[in-house]
Structure formats: structure tokens, C-alpha cells
RNA sequence: GCGUCGGUGGUAGAGUGGUCAAUUACAACAGACUGUAAAUCUGUCGGCCUUAGGCCUACGAAGGUUCGAAUCCUUCCCGACGCA
């Protein structure tokens, strides 16, 4: 039997995946599962750029809004509700579009890998945070050796997840991968760099805009008003933190090369230059696999 | 016009005779990823030579003092402030 298809978009940040999945999903029949580590939040929607109703044009749309910003959500929960949608979807016999800029959330689904089901420990990891670097290596050797051997000593919050785990299971489990019963048919945007920075600045000149829903400060201040912390602001990325119109573009851009050094991982990814690129192309490709 | 302070690498800003191609931060470039991911972390960052190392060009400009100058002196140019 052939495998069901599953088209991915992925690529930068500001390239027009979600406008791409729209007319694409409209062509085939096409539902589209969010991949954003944080458009899975209510009511962050200026800030990560949030799809509107309008833009939506009456496609489906899953996986956005399905968390409260109090709540931590994880890349395993993320996997285990995308991978029911997609059931879903193809049991309607519509065919499922993955559309986001989270790499790992992509390769969560994409390349099935299964991750401990360690959910964060917000008590643990408070009494962690104030101990060094050092100290917390020395823990995890003792720990769980192997792991201490591969992980990144001067990362804080690598060492700190990995204690969480192996305090919870004994040991931090080796990665393991399931193959998928679907072929990810995966098509990568980006822009040349300049249309990217034109493109970015655009953005973000609209996300301060008041007439635009009040603007991003106002939906900070919404969601301080509703009891969210600073630290927590921060944890929601750069947009949400004492953003000025200057830094959120740099930390765009910066961004969006940290993207490019996940994605250039994969060489499954069919790359397309958002600004030459037609429907047409796409769909074509498409067709071809 | 006089006086004071200042002009340092893409930017901000240390250094104030040798250990200075110049602390640091930011930007830039490259990369990592056991999963908090728009997070977090690493490397490079004047040019040339394959690394150790070496060579060249550089701290506003031109001269000078000195074995040796980003650092001291002179003049000039530019900026800020004060007095006119």
C-alpha cells in the first residue's frame, strides 16, 4: 500500500509559509497543522505573528491556541496532538499541511522521534537555576554518566532538562525513532537576504502599529494584566520582552539564521526562493512525488 | 576668536610609554541541538601565509621625542560644552 502524503512547509520566519499553505491547501484539499512552539498559546497572536480568520480563507486550522500561556507546553505534547490531527484529517480524506518555522517541532513529527515523557518540573527546576554551570554537570555525572558525556557543558538549560529527566527515569533514555507510516513531502521557503531584512522590518512595523488590534504592547500588557510574569514574558522570545521596534527586527534576523542552520540539516527539504517562487512550481512538485 | 574636554576596529566603549591587532559589549559570520526551541549554547571576528608561528596595515592627519607610541610633544582638521 502506498504511504499517505503529508505536505510540510517550513523555512524562515517572514518568507509567507502560512499564505503559501492557504492557496496550496485550497488546491488539494488541505488542512493545516500549525508548527510553532508558541502560536500554540492563546492569546499571543501579534507578537508570533499569528494567522488571522480573514487570512485563513475558511481553511481549517489546527494546533493554534490550544494551550494558556500559564501552561508549559512541550515539544511531546506537541507531537502527540499534531499526530492525532493528522489521523484526523485523512480520515476525512483531506490531506494534512504542516505549516510552521519550529524545527524541532517538524522534526518531532517528521522524523518520529520519541521523547521521554518527563513533563516539566517547575519546583526542581527553580532550585536548579541558582546552582553553576559546574555544579550541574557534576550532578548529572553522577546521575547519568553517559548523558554527561555528550551534553553541552556550558548549557544551563540543556543540563538542567537532562537532571529533570534522569531524576524522573533512572536515566536519560536513549533517542529513539519510530518510522513513520507517512511520506513528509517537505518544501522550505526562504529569501535572499535583503528581501528577508525588507520583509522582517515590514512585519514588525506592523506589529507595533496600534491600529492593529492595539498593537504589541498592549498585548503584553493584556497578558501581564492576566497574571503572567516577566520571566515568563521572557520565555515567550524576544517579541515579548521589553521589545523596541529596533531590537525585535535584529532578533528576527537573527532568528531566522538559527533556522536556516536547523533546516540545512535535513536534505529531504525541497527549497523554494519565496520571491520567484509560483504556485504553480509548488503544486508541480507536489504532483511529481 | 579664546578656553576646556574629546576623536580608538562595523557600532558603543576600555586602554593612557613596551606584556596591544588592542579588555568588553553589541552587530556580523559560522555552527550545535535528548526537546523551555523566536529558547539555550559554542566558535570566528584587520589583512595575508596551512596551524605553532610569522609578515604587513592600523587607535582623526602630518611631523617629532624615544631603543620602543593608541598612549608623550607640536601643528593642523573635526566634534561637544563653556566664555565671548
Known amino acids: 500500500m502506498q ?3 503529508v505536505i510540510v512547509i517550513l523555512g524562515q520566519t517572514a518568507t509567507g509559509k502560512s499564505d503559501l499553505a492557504v492557496r496550496i491547501a485550497k488546491k488539494i484539499n488541505g488542512e493545516i497543522i500549525s508548527a510553532d512552539s508558541r502560536q500554540v498559546y492563546k ?4 507578537g508570533t505573528g499569528k494567522i488571522t480568520k480573514k487570512e485563513m480563507g475558511g481553511v481549517p486550522h489546527h494546533l493554534l491556541d490550544v494551550a494558556s500561556p500559564k501552561h508549559k507546553f512541550t515539544v511531546s505534547e506537541y507531537k502527540k496532538l499534531a499526530e492525532e490531527k493528522i489521523k484526523e484529517i485523512i480520515s476525512h480524506e483531506k490531506t494534512p499541511i504542516i505549516c510552521g518555522g519550529t524545527g524541532l517541532y517538524i522534526d518531532a513529527i517528521t522524523n518520529g522521534v520519541i521523547f521521554p515523557e518527563v513533563p516539566p518540573n517547575n519546583k526542581l527546576r527553580k532550585i536548579l537555576e541558582k546552582k553553576s554551570e559546574i555544579e550541574l554537570f557534576k550532578m548529572l555525572q553522577k546521575l547519568d554518566s553517559e548523558r554527561s558525556r555528550t551534553i553541552d557543558k556550558n548549557n544551563k538549560v540543556r543540563l538542567i532538562r537532562a537532571i ?3 531524576k524522573a527515569l533512572g536515566k536519560v533514555p536513549k533517542i529513539t525513532q519510530a518510522k513513520s507510516t507517512y511520506k513528509f513531502i517537505k518544501i522550505g521557503l526562504f529569501l535572499p537576504k535583503d ?4 520583509k522582517v522590518e515590514l512585519r514588525v512595523k506592523k506589529m507595533f502599529d496600534k ?5 504589541l504592547l498592549n498585548e503584553i500588557k493584556k497578558l501581564k494584566k492576566t497574571g503572567i510574569s516577566n520571566k515568563r514574558l521572557k520565555e515567550f522570545g524576544f517579541e515579548y520582552f521589553e521589545p523596541t521596534y529596533e531590537k525585535v527586527v535584529v532578533e528576527t534576523l537573527k532568528y531566522a539564521k538559527r533556522q536556516m542552520t536547523w533546516f540545512k540539516r535535513d536534505k529531504e527539504i525541497k527549497w523554494f526562493d519565496a520571491s520567484k517562487i509560483s504556485d504553480k512550481e509548488i503544486l508541480d512538485y507536489l504532483y511529481i512525488l
Not at 492569546?43 to 501579534?46: A, C, E, F, K
Not at 528581501?195 to 525588507?198: A, D, G, I, V
Open 164 to 166: 529533570e529527566i534522569a
Open 195 to 198: 528581501l528577508l531584512k525588507k
Open 3 to 5: 504511504k499517505q502524503k
Open 211 to 215: 491600529k492593529n488590534k492595539g498593537g
Open 43 to 46: 492569546n499571543l497572536d501579534i
